[in-house]
């Protein structure tokens, strides 16, 4: 059964920081790419770090460059978000999604996604 569960959310006052990790079971996680989403109250989901494309390095959202670093262990099969310098902006729910293209075809899986309250 595939799984994704992700933890390490909650509520931080500004400035602060919190690590988010993604745990992985049910399929070979060191074969798929990670990237992490969040959704905010009345917005559409959005990419915060996806991975990098050309052989480049990690693609993250503008509003989130030089504050979250992503990361990742296989042997733990485990994704990390490390969000630093947090804002109020921030506050959403975080998701993780593991994803690869197999002879053109996507297949990918989600977190159930994490809260994240920037709050003072």
């Known amino acids: 059964q595939v799984q994704l569960v992700e933890s390490g959310g909650g509520l931080v006052q500004p400035g602060g920081s919190l690590r988010l990790s993604c745990a992985a079971s049910?399929?070979?996680?060191?074969?798929?790419?990670m990237s992490w989403y969040r959704q905010a109250p009345g917005k559409e989901r959005e990419l915060v770090a996806g991975?990098?494309?050309?052989?480049?390095?990690?693609n993250y959202a503008d509003s989130v460059k030089g504050r979250f670093i992503t990361s990742r262990d296989n042997a733990r099969n485990t994704a990390y978000l490390q969000m630093n310098s947090l804002k109020p902006e921030d506050t959403a729910v975080y998701y993780c999604?593991?994803?690869?293209?197999?002879?053109?075809?996507?297949?990918?899986?989600w977190g159930q996604g994490t809260q994240v309250t920037v709050s003072s």
């Open positions: 999604n593991a994803h690869r293209t197999i002879w053109g075809r996507l297949i990918d899986y």
């Open positions: 991975p990098p494309s050309g052989g480049g390095s990690t």
């Open positions: 049910g399929f070979t996680f060191s074969s798929y790419d």
